[in-house]
């Protein structure tokens, strides 16, 4: 698997390879026509000029006279002249020699049709590059001879090789410079990623303490915070499952405990024996075993809401009706706990779409909790009213009340006040999903040592 550091690089060194690849093949063209071409030029214009000069001269004269004429009068440094006969047969050069030779070069062929011919290339009797101009000479009707202008071209390929070589290394420097550039910018950019990755396999090791190291204000930057606060996110649910795990292992076997105690004193007691001890006894079996069946069913709600599955019975109804029974229900829990239990109910109808037995649930809750946190003489008020377009239901109490840093904690899921009371730490999450699901709200206010309001918002239904 190639890492995305090499993707990086490859890519950055194809484009930058093509670009100079590019830039410099357009520079070694430029160079090319620009020193081949004002040779070339340079060679026309001197044929050109000697021909209009000495055209009439050389037209009227025969081939031999023509070459000495040539010899005398046209001969001069800078370029090679060859006189050649109709047939491209060598008759003399500006050195005053005749070669044995016969031209078949292009600008020879093109000069025998009548026009200016001109050629680059290798002269196959002097052997070395040169450019060439051979423009006939005409008598009558047809060319009687033609003048070949020749210059070498071993100074212009020095110069054009010269600086292409100069190209082709500057272009190798941008090449290996740009590539050093990418290496260095890769690394900056997957090293951050690196970084995350080794912290996230510390972390499927169980190592929570790990964290990136946020180094530029970048999108990478801001994964890598992201990635700190999920970090800490999760070590906050990993230690709230813990304690959470502790804790209902500690609620199971406590009633575990007196009900398999009371099984074996009941089962080993004799038949004449008291029966206060058997309806003792039975009697903390049957609330040991009620215990352990509020505790499964808060796991099994809290399993529900977590995988979205959770379904509610929904019906127009009046919040007044389950929040009345549910009062009914645990008012005979006043005597017992010697706390006042206080219901105000409005004359009106407070209509809201809803489920009745979870909504009784969450009261069962909320009461059970302010019957748990109270203490003898206090008094617990449930209310019930209408206002604008919410029904709002609290529940308050003149309890111990609730810590400032436990408060915005309460209705998490796991999460138990330092109270010492048992519990899941599932109840309150419970309700307030519930009530969400309601599209509701539910809020607590409280204060340590002066009680705590519950608070249920929940939209309400208008009647024709």
Known sequence: MKSVQTRMVWSYLLLIVLVVG????????????????????????RAESALNLHSRSLSSLTVQDQADYMLQNMVDGGTRLQLLDSTGQIRIDSDGFAADVRYTTPDVKIAKAGTTGTWRGVDPYFGERVTSVTIPIWNGARVVSM?????SLQQVDAMVSLLIRMAAAAGIGVVLLFLGLSLFLAQRIVMPIRELTRAARYMAEGDWTRRALKRNDDEIGQLAETFNTMVIELSKREKLKNDFISS???E?????????????????SKPTEDDEEVKLGLSIISKETERLSGLVEDLLDFSKLSARTMELHTEVLDLTGPVRETVNQLAVREEKMKVRLLAVYGKEPVIVKGDANRLKQVMINLLDNAFKFTPAGGTIRVAVTAEAEHALLTVADTGSGIAAEDLPHVTEKFYKANTGQGGSGLGLAI????????????TVDSERGAGTVVTIRMPLMHEA
Do not use: D
Request: aromatic share 12%.
């Open 252 to 268: 199971l076997r406590t009633p575990l405990t007196s009900i398999k105690g009371w099984s074996e004193t009941l089962k080993e």
């Open 431 to 442: 309700c307030k999903e519930i009530i969400e699901l309601h599209g509701g709200q539910l």
């Open 22 to 45: 590019v830039l410099g093949g357009a520079f070694a063209a430029l160079m090319w026509n620009y020193y081949y071409g004002s040779a070339q030029s340079s060679v026309k214009q």
């Open 248 to 250: 209902i292992s500690h």
């Open 147 to 151: 003048l070949r202008y020749s210059a």
